[in-house]
Structures are given as structure tokens and as C-alpha cells.
């Protein structure tokens, strides 16, 4: 019984020892009470928040290890208008391609071991988001706001990870 623990144990640190050797990202979100557009219901404004947070971390994780990134948002101005519907029980985005489109301020930082290697602020938006195709399903929650995020880090950070990024 003693091995086992002992086995366990060793096998505790060395995942540890594995997932510090990867990049880590953090999201903050200044004011987000203050936004332009985000639910405003508390708990879709969490679930829209958390599928940010998830879909940067999932581009952090492609940085090469030791390599951190820092993203603090600053203004979310999502896809779509939201249209009152007390039959649905919730509020509806209706997306029309005209003045709606997705927009995210943000400021970033991508370091290693202390040091900066890139950045600055950015302006992320998408006046054609519904003319081009997007690399996610059409019921995903955020697609055009993760397609436009996906540009810009592919631009300005680096490469996409590969497939499993939905």
C-alpha cells in the first residue's frame, strides 16, 4: 500500500512537472460590466466570458513551452444584436451583416522566463464576419468572434494549433 502511494505521488509530480513546462495563458476582463455587448443576464455573461477564456487558452497552449500569454480585454462588442423575447425566456442575437459586427479591444503580452517577447494593444474586428466561412460548426456559441480571434493571433502571435481547437 505504502509503493502505491509512493507510486502515486511520483506520478502526481511529474504531471505537474509536465504542465509547467507547457504555456500558460491568463484572461482578465477589465470592467466587463461596462462592455458594449455582452448578456446581460450574470450567467450568460459568465458562459460568454468562460467560451472566451476557454478559446484563448487553447491558443495559448500552442506557444512553445516556457512561453506565457497575458490577455486583458477591454471592451467585447459581440456579433448580432440581442432582441428582447420574454416567450423564449431569454434574450435572442439576431445576426444582419449591417452595423452589427463582432469587435474585441484587448491588450496582450506573449513572455518567457520574465522577459516580453511581443506586445501591444489590438482592435479585433470582422465588418464581413457573415460573407466568409468560418473554421467552426453553425450552432457554435461565439464562432464569429473565435474565427476573428483565430485570425489575429495567427497574424500577430502565431500558428493556429491544429484540428482539435473546437
Given at each position: 500500500m505504502k509503493s502505491r502511494m509512493q507510486k502515486m505521488a511520483l506520478a502526481?509530480?511529474?504531471?505537474?512537472?509536465?504542465g509547467s513546462a507547457g504555456a500558460a495563458t491568463t484572461v482578465t476582463y477589465v470592467q466587463p460590466d461596462k462592455f458594449s455587448d455582452v448578456p446581460f443576464v450574470p450567467w450568460d455573461r459568465e458562459e460568454t466570458l468562460k467560451d472566451l477564456t476557454e478559446h484563448f487558452t487553447k491558443l495559448g497552449d500552442s506557444l512553445p513551452p516556457g512561453q506565457d500569454l497575458?490577455?486583458?480585454?477591454?471592451?467585447i462588442d459581440l456579433a448580432g444584436r440581442l432582441i428582447p423575447n420574454a416567450r423564449a425566456g431569454r434574450d435572442l442575437r439576431v445576426l444582419s451583416g449591417r452595423a452589427d459586427w463582432p469587435r474585441i479591444e484587448l491588450r496582450y503580452a506573449v513572455e518567457q522566463n520574465g522577459q516580453v517577447l511581443k506586445s501591444g494593444?489590438?482592435?479585433?474586428?470582422?465588418?464581413?464576419?457573415?460573407?466568409?466561412?468560418?473554421?467552426?460548426f453553425d450552432g457554435e456559441a461565439l464562432r464569429y468572434e473565435k474565427q476573428m480571434i483565430d485570425d489575429w493571433f495567427e497574424k500577430t502571435i502565431g500558428p493556429l494549433p491544429r484540428r482539435g481547437r473546437r
Amino acid at each position: 500500500m505504502k509503493s502505491r502511494m509512493q507510486k502515486m505521488a511520483l506520478a502526481g509530480m511529474f504531471a505537474l512537472a509536465a504542465g509547467s513546462a507547457g504555456a500558460a495563458t491568463t484572461v482578465t476582463y477589465v470592467q466587463p460590466d461596462k462592455f458594449s455587448d455582452v448578456p446581460f443576464v450574470p450567467w450568460d455573461r459568465e458562459e460568454t466570458l468562460k467560451d472566451l477564456t476557454e478559446h484563448f487558452t487553447k491558443l495559448g497552449d500552442s506557444l512553445p513551452p516556457g512561453q506565457d500569454l497575458r490577455i486583458e480585454v477591454t471592451d467585447i462588442d459581440l456579433a448580432g444584436r440581442l432582441i428582447p423575447n420574454a416567450r423564449a425566456g431569454r434574450d435572442l442575437r439576431v445576426l444582419s451583416g449591417r452595423a452589427d459586427w463582432p469587435r474585441i479591444e484587448l491588450r496582450y503580452a506573449v513572455e518567457q522566463n520574465g522577459q516580453v517577447l511581443k506586445s501591444g494593444e489590438a482592435r479585433l474586428s470582422d465588418m464581413s464576419y457573415l460573407d466568409h466561412t468560418t473554421r467552426y460548426f453553425d450552432g457554435e456559441a461565439l464562432r464569429y468572434e473565435k474565427q476573428m480571434i483565430d485570425d489575429w493571433f495567427e497574424k500577430t502571435i502565431g500558428p493556429l494549433p491544429r484540428r482539435g481547437r473546437r
